[in-house]
């Protein structure tokens, strides 16, 4: 059973930081590519960044490129998002994804897994 699990949301004011966490378990396969998604009140759930599991080759949206950094750390299985210089329009649900296999063009596509989303809060 897959499970991912996100962590580190949490309040903070505008120009601030916060790491988010994602660990995920039931993942046997060597190459699965991870990445997070967004979700403001109102709004469809976007694309964030997502990164492969071989070569750490990461993408990311245009809209955080200078500002989030996303990484992992294979042998802990888990997935990080370094989110600095945050702004009111970064406030959403920030949700992690995983697929089986594939890079992290293909996650921006499709999503086999999903976490349950932790909560980001920027204040002006």
């Known amino acids: 059973q897959v499970q991912l699990v996100e962590s580190g949301g949490g309040l903070v004011q505008a120009g601030g930081s916060l790491r988010l966490s994602c660990a995920a378990s039931g993942l046997t396969n060597s190459n699965y590519p991870m990445g997070w998604f967004r979700q403001a009140p109102g709004k469809e759930r976007q694309f964030v960044a997502a990164?492969?599991?071989?070569?750490?080759?990461?993408i990311s949206a245009d809209s955080v490129k200078a500002r989030f950094t996303i990484s992992r750390d294979n042998a802990k299985n888990t997935m990080y998002l370094q989110m600095n210089s945050l702004k009111p329009e970064d406030t959403a649900v920030y949700y992690c994804a995983a697929n089986r296999y594939g890079d992290a063009s293909d996650l921006q596509r499709k999503q086999d897994f999903w976490g349950q989303g932790t909560q980001v809060t920027v204040s002006s």
């Open positions: 990164i492969s599991r071989i070569g750490g080759i990461a």
